[in-house]
């Protein structure tokens, strides 16, 4: 079975040419003009992966996002927009939008950020082990379905995580790439490796994605009087670390 887009973009231009070429790429596509079709066709009939204009008349795209957050629906979503500040990005990921591209974009980008986002909702096999992200010492397992490191608890299953005796709000893919830092505490990942394997595509020196959802990350770890956990390494990448 095909995998399902719902695709809601008001540019007619846009949506024919990015309904036609993820049909081409084997996706079974709906696409729609505006974000109450989007809204009604997500309640219709839940596809697999939304890909919302931010810009839209009326209901746009990151209303449309925390509408579906709101009624706790977690289908992946990628946003869609012109808007290229780091407040607007921002936006987007405080209404629970897993990722973005910027147009204008290079629909072998949009391939590979549905690709990820995608694989990462696919459920693993039963019984499966969690990979090791990096080697090195990692994160201590804390039972079957935890691990902790730097005064940070994920419990995996759930989709939650902690810092100390505090919950964090976070979305997928800051959850991710959480993750990923957590289990390689102590080590310095570069910036191909984060993207390879949160994004599973390296978009280049250029890109300010990563730093963006570090950015982001960060402000929510962050505790008045409290280490920092998350450090830049500068020209190399990120590291996990009290202090």
């Known amino acids: 079975m095909p995998q399902t ?11 024919h040419a990015l309904e036609r070429a993820l049909t081409l790429e084997g996706y079974a596509v709906t696409a729609v003009a505006d974000g109450v079709e989007a809204l009604a066709q997500a309640h219709r009939t839940p596809p697999d992966v939304l890909v919302l204009d931010v810009m839209m008349p009326g209901i746009d795209g990151l209303q449309v996002c925390r509408v579906l957050r709101a009624e706790g629906d977690s289908t ?10 780091t407040a607007d990005r921002i ?5 629970g939008a897993d990722d973005y591209v910027v147009k204008p974009f290079d629909v072998e980008e949009v391939f590979a950020r549905l690709r990820a986002l995608l694989r990462r909702t696919t459920p693993a096999p039963a019984g499966a082990a969690a990979p090791a992200d990096g080697g090195g010492r990692g994160a201590p397992v804390l039972s079957d379905r935890q691990i902790g490191a730097a005064g940070i608890r994920m419990d995996l299953q759930a989709r939650r995580a902690w810092r100390g005796r505090r919950e964090l709000e976070l979305t997928r893919t800051e959850f991710e790439l959480l993750e990923l830092l957590v289990r390689n505490a102590g080590i310095v990942l570069d910036h191909s490796t984060i993207y390879d394997r949160i994004w599973g595509y390296d978009f280049g020196p250029g890109s300010k994605n ?12 962050d505790e008045p009087g409290a280490p920092q956990l998350i450090h830049t390494v500068r020209g190399v990448g990120y590291v996990l670390r009290e202090g």
């Open 210 to 221: 990563l730093a963006v959802y570090v950015g982001y990350l960060r402000r929510k770890l």
């Open 91 to 95: 936006a987007g990921l405080d209404a």
């Open 5 to 15: 887009v719902l695709l809601a973009e008001d540019d007619r231009a846009i949506r």
């Open 76 to 85: 992946p979503i990628l946003m869609l927009t012109a808007l290229v500040g």
